[in-house]
């Protein structure tokens, strides 16, 4: 059974900082594609970062100087780091694996940003 779990989520003021985590296991993590992916309240889940198995990054011209992603390939594991953090970054944050169609998302860790 594939399974990504997240974590690190939480409360956090405007300015702060928070590292998200996500531990695949039941996947060949290296050859996958990673992603960040958040759905606020009312609005459709959006890419936020991912990163290819060559290391390529993509990240949403919102969180673009705020956001880095980065794995672990010998830990099985994605982070998010977050920066500099705003109230319109409060949303349900899931972890999204995907190797050419095999995708498994992960279950969702609530952040939140306080103004």
């Known amino acids: 059974q594939v399974q990504l779990v997240e974590s690190g989520g939480g409360l956090v003021q405007a300015g702060g900082s928070l590292r998200l985590s996500c531990a695949a296991s039941g996947t060949i993590f290296r050859l996958s594609t990673m992603g960040w992916y958040r759905q606020a309240p009312g609005k459709q889940r959006e890419l936020v970062a991912s990163?290819?198995?060559?290391?390529?990054?993509t990240y949403a011209d919102s969180v673009k100087g705020r956001f880095t992603i980065s794995r672990d390939n010998a830990k099985n594991t994605v982070y998010l780091q977050m920066n500099s953090m705003k109230p319109e970054d409060t949303a349900v944050y899931y972890c999204?694996?995907?190797?050419?169609?095999?995708?498994?998302w992960g279950q969702g860790t609530q952040v939140t940003v306080s103004s």
């Open positions: 999204r694996s995907n190797n050419y169609g095999a995708v498994h």
């Open positions: 990163m290819t198995v060559a290391g390529i990054t």
